[in-house]
Nanobody, 120 residues
Framework: QVQLVESGGGLVQIGESLRLSCAAS????????MGWYRQAPGGLRDLVASITMDGNAYYADSMKGRFTISRDNAKNTVYLQMASLKPEDTAVYYC??????????????WGQGTPVTVSS
């Protein structure tokens, strides 16, 4: 059994910063790509950023320069540092990771989501 648990969401003002964390636990052989997605009310779940095992990061265009993804492989944890937050960043943020558990085959796992609200 593998679990992803997010934390760090909340209510912030425009321009403020927030750091999200997502820790993987359970029977883990290897964690491959990790990433963050977000889903605004009535919207689709969109990729925010992802990071490979080696630390190579990818960002959606609207997040470049404001968000930073990082990971600590020793802690099985991925982070999303968000700066200069805007009302349009309001969404539920989900952690995603491709993890091999009982066998070498990796499967995608999702966290339960953490809400971020940016208030004007």
């Amino acid at each position: 059994q593998v679990q992803l648990v997010e934390s760090g969401g909340g209510l912030v003002q425009i321009g403020e910063s927030l750091r999200l964390s997502c820790a993987a636990s359970g029977r883990i052989l290897r964690i491959y790509d990790m990433g963050w997605y977000r889903q605004a009310p009535g919207g689709l779940r969109d990729l925010v950023a992802s990071i490979t095992m080696d630390g190579n990061a990818y960002y959606a265009d609207s997040m470049k320069g404001r968000f930073t993804i990082s990971r600590d492989n020793a802690k099985n944890t991925v982070y999303l540092q968000m700066a200069s937050l805007k009302p349009e960043d309001t969404a539920v943020y989900y952690c995603n990771a491709h993890i091999s558990s009982l066998t070498p085959t990796a499967y995608p796992y999702w966290g339960q989501g953490t809400p971020v609200t940016v208030s004007s």
